[in-house]
C-alpha cells in the first residue's frame, strides 16, 4: 500500500457546491467562483506528487482520497480511477472529477463525490482559515 499525504488549509470563500469536481490549490486566496475548492495553501500540487503514485495512477488503477479535519475528528472519503492519459503538469492545484475529463490538473476521472457531495458540517468547519485539511492519497 502507498500513501501520499497533502495537507491544505480553509478560506471563509469555500462554498463547495461544485456537482462534478473537487479540488486543493497551493494558491493561498479563493474567490467565490471557485467553488469546487476545499482547500488553499496545499503543500503540493499535482506535478510535486511521487513519481511511484503518478506510474501507478497512469495504469488506470483505482485510488482512495481520504480526506480528515484532525482537530475537529471529522473525515470523508471517496474514490476514483486514474488514466493513461493523466500529464501530472499542474503547479498549482489537484482535482478529482466525476466525469472522464482529462487535463494537467487532474488526479482521478470517475470519482464517487464531488464538491458538493461532501457532508455540509464538514464543508462548514473548511470555511475557516485555522482549519487544516489533510487530504491522503492511498493506493492498495
Do not use: Q
Request: charged content about 35%; glycine content about 6%; hydrophobic content about 35%.
Amino acid at each position: 500500500m502507498m500513501r501520499e499525504l497533502i495537507i491544505a488549509r480553509g478560506h471563509e470563500n469555500i462554498k463547495a457546491a461544485h456537482p462534478t469536481t473537487l479540488e486543493i490549490t497551493k494558491d493561498s486566496e479563493l474567490t467565490l467562483r471557485g467553488d469546487c475548492i476545499i482547500g488553499v495553501s496545499a503543500t503540493k500540487s499535482i506535478s510535486e506528487l511521487s513519481d511511484e503514485l503518478k506510474e501507478y495512477l497512469k495504469k488506470g488503477k483505482k485510488a482512495e482520497i481520504h480526506l480528515n479535519l484532525p482537530e475537529y475528528g471529522i473525515s470523508e472519503s471517496l474514490s476514483g480511477y486514474g488514466s493513461e492519459k493523466l500529464t501530472f503538469d499542474h503547479k498549482t492545484d489537484i482535482v478529482i472529477r466525476r466525469s472522464k475529463y482529462v487535463c494537467g490538473r487532474t488526479l482521478l476521472i470517475s470519482a464517487s463525490k464531488a464538491a458538493r457531495d461532501l457532508d455540509r458540517e464538514f464543508i462548514k468547519l473548511l470555511r475557516d482559515r485555522k482549519t487544516e485539511l489533510h487530504f491522503e492519497i492511498v493506493l492498495k
